[in-house]
């Protein structure tokens, strides 16, 4: 029986009589996958007018058996479109849009259209536009060209993890993108979140919608379902991020950290990191993805969704996680972050790195009568390393931690229990890498699993070799991979938890141990 929250082809390769089956995936009178029709959406003229039928539809599209379908633009794909049409999950494009836009007089770039007639030097070298001719032959072919040239850029922005980036670029001067695109984060973000990598590559969050990106709402949602500040802090410490990251490798960090730990009170103190776009950053996860990956452009000013958001945050931190004492130490967030807050010392008064600043923060902890509870023996770097693991497999992670000592130096840990190793903590991935020992810990509630048929992975786990997956995983996750309750390998998700089962090829786990 599988666990809840566990989605499952419900077919057993071992039954003969579903190999008689067509729609069984080993059976020889199964459709061959080149009769797979292709899906397209309908009346694309509509949603070229209606942004939210447009998200709604990507939705419908890219949701249950249909996910694997290719999906075809027809009419939409201009250039400066590619990357946000690739983005929502179209996989083909027509050249009608281009045909139509040269019949129009429309000149093509990746950013926009402009107007070829009032175009006295072309702003591209491509051989139509450099051959000197003019005409409706020397625009198509010029806006074949470019449309050639940004799926190119789209192609390899996909390789390398930066596809949204791309999009956020190339929204900016089509309203009906930069509509599409908010819709789709706000209202679609549990489609958009499902298939975002759980460690992707850096990005720059230079735009409003960067604020929204996937990755960065699951961040807030995971602290606000997910997270519990390590056993035995009492005191919360605000203070501001650091261009440098992870932030304790900067000088203004490093000063923090000295001041806090004169003051003879560092175990009890939890430090918090306010920043845009993320919100909040406990010191503990640092370096769990995006938390060291991305840069924003500093100019001392807060806009005002970056300070809403910074406000709402800290105020659920301190109404959820019930502090003794409350420690301001900001600066250019300081204002609308303490007028967030009720109870609580001042100690930057807006200049955090001054030295009379980091005094009044040592001052003020140590003068605090605040005491680490009677009869706890909580190690804090265990306590700090529970917060890490039960953000990345939820509550289940914390009993990885149960009766564990930790071996290494950051943010290079292995987390040991006896003799055994259970995982290990780097600061390349962020998170926590599982052995065998680790996966049978995580896999005792059915999180993170994978399930497949009676075998043993040799090598990587093919898609074809999944019957199930757990619906919590994410692209970039440790999963166990079981067989009705016994575990038989552990590695890293390279697929979402539909995409294993759906599909009939193509890596799903890249195998780290295996039985
Ligand atoms: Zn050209």
Redesign the pocket.
């Known amino acids: 029986m599988a666990p809840s929250g566990f989605s499952s082809t419900g077919k057993t390769s071992t039954n003969a009589a579903n190999q008689l089956d067509p729609r069984y995936r080993g059976s020889p009178y199964a459709d061959s996958k080149d009769e797979q029709p292709i899906l397209s959406p309908d009346s694309t003229a509509a949603l070229l007018l209606d942004s939210r039928r447009f998200v709604d539809s990507v939705e419908s599209m890219k949701t249950g058996e249909a996910l694997l379908k290719p999906l075809l633009s027809s009419v939409m794909g201009l250039p400066h479109r590619l990357a946000f049409l690739s983005y929502s999950g179209f996989d083909l494009f027509d050249s009608l849009p281009l045909i139509m836009a040269s019949e129009n007089g429309c000149y093509l770039t990746s950013t926009g259209i402009l107007t070829y007639d009032r175009l006295r030097d ?1 702003p ?3 051989p ?2 450099s051959s000197g001719k003019r005409g409706r032959d020397a625009l198509l ?2 806006n074949y ?2 449309a050639e040239m940004e799926l190119r850029m789209v192609r390899h922005a996909i390789s390398q993890g930066t596809l949204r980036e791309l999009v956020e670029n190339r929204v900016r001067t089509d309203p009906w993108l930069v509509q599409n695109l908010r819709l789709l984060d706000l209202e679609h973000q549990e489609l958009l979140e499902r298939h975002a990598p759980i460690k992707g590559t850096p990005f720059h969050a230079g735009s409003k919608e960067s604020l929204n990106r996937p990755e960065i709402l699951r961040w807030r949602k995971r602290l606000e379902t997910r997270y519990a500040r390590p056993a035995g802090t009492r005191i919360l410490v605000l203070i501001p991020c650091s261009a440098r990251k992870p932030y304790s490798f900067s000088k203004s960090h490093m000063r923090f950290r000295q001041a806090i730990q004169q003051s003879g009170k560092a175990d009890l103190v939890h430090e918090v990191i306010v920043t845009s776009p993320i919100g909040l950053v406990p010191r503990e996860l640092e370096l769990f993805y995006p938390a060291q990956d991305y840069d924003i452009p500093v100019t001392g000013h807060w806009d005002r969704d970056e300070k809403v958001l910074a406000q709402e945050m800290v105020s659920w931190l301190v109404s959820s996680q019930k502090y003794d004492l409350v420690i301001s130490h900001l600066g250019d967030e300081r204002e609308p972050v303490n007028a967030a807050l009720e109870d609580f010392v001042d100690t930057s008064l807006g200049s955090p790195g001054s030295h009379e600043s980091l005094e009044r923060l040592e001052k003020t902890l140590r003068e605090t009568n605040l005491q680490p509870h009677q009869g706890r023996d909580a190690d804090r770097s265990i306590e700090d390393m529970r917060s890490i693991s039960r953000f990345q497999f939820g509550d289940i992670g914390s009993k990885l931690c149960d009766d564990v000592h930790l071996w290494g130096r950051w943010p290079n840990v292995k987390l040991m229990r006896g003799n055994d190793q259970l995982g290990m903590l780097t600061g390349e991935r962020g998170m926590i890498s599982l052995t065998m020992e680790g996966a049978r810990v995580i896999a005792a509630e059915g999180k993170y699993c994978v399930e497949i048929d009676d075998f043993v992975p040799k090598g990587n786990l093919f898609a074809i070799g999944v019957e199930g997956a757990s619906d919590d995983i994410r692209i970039g996750d440790d999963v166990a991979v079981v067989h009705r309750g016994e575990v038989r390998g552990v590695g890293v998700a390279v697929m979402s938890p539909e995409e294993m089962i759906l599909a009939d090829r193509g890596e799903a786990v890249h195998i780290r141990h295996t039985r």
């Open positions: 072309l591209c070298s491509c139509a536009c072919k010029h060209m470019t």
